[in-house]
């Protein structure tokens, strides 16, 4: 009887860890499939968590200029269905006031953050000032992006590469 009283115990204690969870919590990476793309830098996965990429913010669709385009970039890079890999950065929140996760993701080794910056669908945004461990290639990606007028640095006019701040750029 004390065997098994001891069993059931160890079995508890492994559910109470979270043991078979697929969210992982010591900030490790994380593994999910895309459900929907809600814009240019937000994502449902198919377990109902709503995903905000880290460190880079998109024109809004459907009210900013090229925010309809950077919508459609995200869901080219992750179509419905697809295996997305989730790694928070231990010096930025974890969530956002939405209660959002704050990820970089990526798809077979490929960071999405910086490829959306990469090609002009979306600016780095630092918020507080606060910089991850991505924020250089981020900043470098940007000014290639806009030297280049990738994206939205040849379509809107009105953007600015100030990464402090929410990328504006004007209405579509």
Not at 23 to 30: C, F, L, Q, R, S
Not at 121 to 129: C, D, E, S
Not at 145 to 168: D, E, I, K, Q, Y
């Amino acid at each position: 009887m004390r065997g098994t009283c001891l069993f059931v115990v160890g079995l508890l204690l492994l559910v109470a860890s979270g043991c078979g969870s697929s969210a992982p919590t010591d900030g490790g990476d994380d593994t999910g499939r895309v459900a929907t793309v809600s814009d240019g830098d937000t994502l449902r996965l198919d377990d109902g968590r709503r995903v905000r990429l880290v460190q880079i913010d998109a024109p809004e669709a459907g009210r900013e200029c090229w925010g309809d385009d950077a919508a459609r970039a995200l869901r080219a890079l992750v179509p419905v269905g697809t295996t997305v890999t989730l790694e928070r950065d231990p010096a930025l929140d974890d969530r956002d006031r939405f209660g959002r996760l704050l990820r970089y993701v990526s798809v077979a080794g490929r960071n999405l953050n910086v490829e959306l910056v990469r090609s002009g669908a979306a600016a780095p945004y630092f918020f507080r000032g606060e910089r991850g461990r991505h924020a250089g290639e981020l900043v470098v990606s940007a000014k290639a992006a806009r030297g280049a007028r990738r994206g939205l640095w040849g379509a809107c006019s009105r953007a600015r590469l100030v990464p402090g701040r929410t990328v504006a750029t004007g209405a579509r």
